[in-house]
């Protein structure tokens, strides 16, 4: 199989949870076609709990479709709304770059790896709403 990723590749996305620490991981591509599934996973981060929620990126190729921008803004108000702490994690440089130049990233929510994450949880004190 070949790395090209195509409007037909669906993207998934497993929850994993432990205490205050939800764990949210995308796998496949940010393509138009696939939009929805991202509004469903924000569904589903609206029904639960969590100080932090870490958005994992290491199965999400480096090529996004600007259709779902607007999700993505979604998902981080999402989380936000909700005086939870976000990190992005293991992205892609050529995603980072599409997401940075559109307004999509913030530095303090970035981490390089799940590992450096989940670290940094624990370093920094849950910041008072």
């Known amino acids: ?27 496949g591509p940010l393509v138009r076609s696939n939009a929805h599934i991202l509004d469903q996973c924000i569904r589903e981060l609206s029904r639960k709990e969590a100080s932090w929620v870490i958005l994992n990126l290491k ?19 999402n989380v936000r709304d909700r005086k939870a702490q976000l990190r992005l994690s293991s992205i892609n440089p050529n995603l980072r770059l599409a997401l940075d130049q559109n307004g999509l990233i913030r530095s303090d929510e970035t981490s390089s790896t799940l590992a450096e994450a989940l670290t940094s949880l624990q370093a920094s004190p849950q910041q008072a709403a």
């Open 1 to 27: 199989m070949s790395g090209i990723t195509t409007e037909t590749d669906e993207l998934k996305y497993f929850i994993s949870e432990k205490k205050h620490i939800m764990v949210v991981t995308l796998i």
């Open 59 to 77: 199965d999400v190729p480096g090529t996004v479709d600007r259709a779902v921008f607007p999700a993505i803004a979604r998902l981080q108000k």
